[in-house]
């Protein structure tokens, strides 16, 4: 693999692995689990998870990913992703989909497409920010978003 042809899936191969388990584990959970927080200040189980398929679609929109407006545009048939934060078979379906939309641009893209850049407002201030910040700050690599 070259730097100019090697795509990213093989960048981040194995990381399938990590949905899986993911998915595995939220799909075994029943309401009452989803909804559990440790304190009452914090995310519940299921919000975290809805916050995991709200961040890829969001981060992955930012870059232009293949196939997230098509998923974004799903996701507004509700008024928030907390609607499905007690459903362990709708979590999984999301979770499943958008790792489906990141698989494919992980194999769509080369490694040379890291360097691409978007521009993001933040605190007044316009920044030009690479798809490799984003992918690595959208949680793929690592186990949160």
């Known amino acids: ?3 100019e042809t090697g795509t990213l899936f093989e960048v ?3 990381w399938e692995t ?3 388990s993911l998915a595995n584990a939220i799909q075994l959970l029943s309401s009452e689990q989803l909804t559990w927080k440790p304190r009452p200040d914090f995310r519940s189980v299921g919000q975290i998870a809805g916050h995991i398929i709200q961040g890829r679609l969001e981060w992955f929109a930012r870059m232009g990913a293949p196939g997230v407006q098509d998923l974004i545009q799903k996701a507004a048939a509700y008024q928030s992703i ?3 934060s007690e459903n362990a078979t709708e979590l999984v379906e999301w979770l499943e989909t958008t790792w489906g939309m990141i698989e494919n641009t992980l194999r769509s893209w ?3 497409d890291l360097e691409t850049t978007y521009l993001q407002e933040y605190m007044g201030a316009t920044y030009a920010v690479t798809r490799q910040w984003t992918i690595v700050r959208s949680g793929v690599g690592r186990a949160c978003c």
């Open 1 to 3: 693999m070259t730097k």
């Open 12 to 14: 981040f191969e194995g």
């Open 18 to 20: 990590y949905e899986t």
């Open 82 to 84: 907390d609607v499905i």
């Open 110 to 112: 080369l490694v040379s």
